[in-house]
């Protein structure tokens, strides 16, 4: 392959000009590396945020009060508040909801709780015996309610990992006396680490009647208890839209609301929040990665600036070499496939640069997620770089074809 | 090059040339016919504007006529596309510079494969024709040599050696000792003397009586016309000066001076250029 020759005087040519050479790399190593750090960031935040969405279980359903807008949840205020105990029971029936297959209310309140001197504002989640498994929760230390402790509202703490190490310096809380408003619990169990956020990490939980009554005297609504959450498992992730849907119906129907009227409670599935995130992330990604592709058409430019100069340089070897016999397909392509293998080995370069970046970054501590470079964004960003050569590098080529052979022996 | 002498190798008739210089016809050439026979050694001498670097131009297929019929071997060049031209440069001529022209960081062997290269010669076939013709000019231990490390005589024989690797018909070279000293330029003479009697065919184009001298031929130009056109003993190598100089200095190309031998010596210091001056960079 006559093609592959011209690698070699590329490469002769590249290497003689080690400076000039590197130089005009920079510009395509930098785009490079920007397009590649960046998105490999985006992605990898994507990554990690679904990735503990995922943790929780895409199966996943919970039951708010208020509707949801593009604010978010509306929480509805207490007193004012229409889910109910009635509708997680509802819920909980198997024929009317084939779909649905775990239902735990919670009844979610604030409050201080104190161990001898420390005092801590904690959230306090009432839950029944199914939460521990919707919630996907596991055990650090201790155990969890058993079904008679949650129905005789036995004063029991279950803490939630970073609650228990708050309260607890260098003690084993399992067997100690925690005070919520003024109520002594005793703790039996820690939760493990779940880390993210939404997560049960600073909260404590106690039976489900404890919060309702004693602790936060929930209000009563139809004469049932009102809860501030239910959590639900759908039986598949496929048929998370079946459950959400016979959900609604159910509390629609016992909300009384007529067909016009909007639902006076969400839904919110993991899907519609990976969704979200995903939406968000991607345009962050996208803005980075346009951030990216600037730098590289600006590098893209240097290479055609410096192929120019390196035409004029080289007027006379040109001459030569028409002189010698090259036909102008050969000065063609010596100049394309030397502004060729300039930004593609730039674009390598920038590759590997950007692995060492990717790493550097996530020795930072804090920043708990890796950067994923992934072959797909390499092989795009290697073509981007090829085209540029191509692009930016035919303009001087063509110079370089049509300059005459005499006036460029004569150049000086 | 057994050719016969009735099939010349290059056939040059009533050529003319002429450069549009804005509103001004500049007129190279004004009609010149010329026939060299394969194994001739010519020289083409004349001032500067005399228009023999244009007729070189036209010789070595670099330029085209503004009228007139220039054949090589028989082949009109006019009818020739730009591919063929090239291709005629890269078989049947072989070019010498006055500075060289090499590459400024390619090795001898590298230098030397360069017209194997657009030639299409395969690597293997290209070296050994490469190391071959560096024998040839007397540099076979030096193939590996950047410009920087030879001496300009010795680049010139690196210049040679490319001229005559893909063994082309005619070896076309323009004030070859120009930028050489005197003993450097005799031995770059007696390399040329020596191909010819390898039976190439030589043509150079000087301004210098001393080279003059030494071709069979001497053809001289004076306004873009052939003003003589003689067959010449040549001299041998010339321990100038080996005659008094004529009244008249070396350029002008009175018929006298040329046809002297060896009549001028090298009377202006020439330049020595240890490195190459831009062939590439």
Known sequence: MKILRYFNVALESIFSHKMRAILTMLGIIIGVTAVLVTMGIGRGAAASITGEIASQGTTQLTVMP??????????????????????????????????????????TGSSQLVVGDTNNQNQVVGVTMDMFIVRNWEMEYGRFFTQEEIEDQAHLLVLGATAAKDLFVNVNPIGQTVRVKNEPFTVIGVLSEEGGFGGADDQAIVPLGVAQGRLFNAARYRGDYTVTSIYANASSEELVPMAKAEIERTLRMRHQLDVDDSNDFSIIDQASLLDIIGSITGTLTIFLGSIGAISLLVGGIGIMNIMLVSVTERTKEIGLRKALGAYDSD????????????TVLGGLIGVGLSFGIGWLVGQIPGFDFEVLIGIDIIILAVAVCAASGFIFGLYPAMRATRLDPIEALRYE | MAQSTTNPLIEIVDLTKVYKMGE????????????????????????????????????????????????????????LGKKALADLRNREIGFVFQRFNLLARATAMRQVELPLFYAGVSNRKSRQMATDALTRVGLGE???????????????????????????????????????????????????????????????????????????????MRDGLIVEDRVQVPSKAAPAPAFPAPAVPAPQPEADSVTQPSAQPATQPRVILETLDGAAA
């Open chain 1, 66 to 107: 208020g509707a949801l807008n593009t604010g978010g949840v509306r929480q509805a205020s207490g007193s004012s508040s229409t889910l109910t105990m009635g509708d997680a029971e509802a819920i909980s029936d198997r024929i009317l909801h084939p779909n649905v297959v775990l239902v735990a209310p919670a009844y």
């Open chain 1, 331 to 342: 000065i063609l392509l010596q100049f394309l496939v030397e502004a060729l293998v300039l």
């Open chain 2, 24 to 79: 001004m016809e500049v007129h190279a050439l004004r009609g010149v016919s010329l026939s060299i026979q394969p194994g001739e050694y010519v020289a083409i001498v004349g001032t500067s504007g005399s228009g023999k670097s244009t007729l070189m131009n036209m010789i070595g297929l670099l330029d085209q006529p503004t009228g007139g019929i220039y054949r090589v071997r028989g082949t009109e060049s006019q009818k």
């Open chain 2, 142 to 220: 030096r193939t590996h040599h950047r410009p920087e490390e030879l001496s300009g005589g010795q680049q010139q024989r690196v210049a040679i050696a490319r001229a005559i690797v893909n063994q082309p018909s005619l070896l076309l070279a323009d004030e070859p000792t120009g930028a050489l000293d005197t003993h450097t330029g005799e031995e770059i003479l007696t390399l040329f003397e020596e191909l010819h009697s390898q039976g190439l065919t030589l043509i150079v184009v000087t301004h210098d009586p001393d080279v003059a001298a030494r071709a069979h031929r001497v053809v001289t």
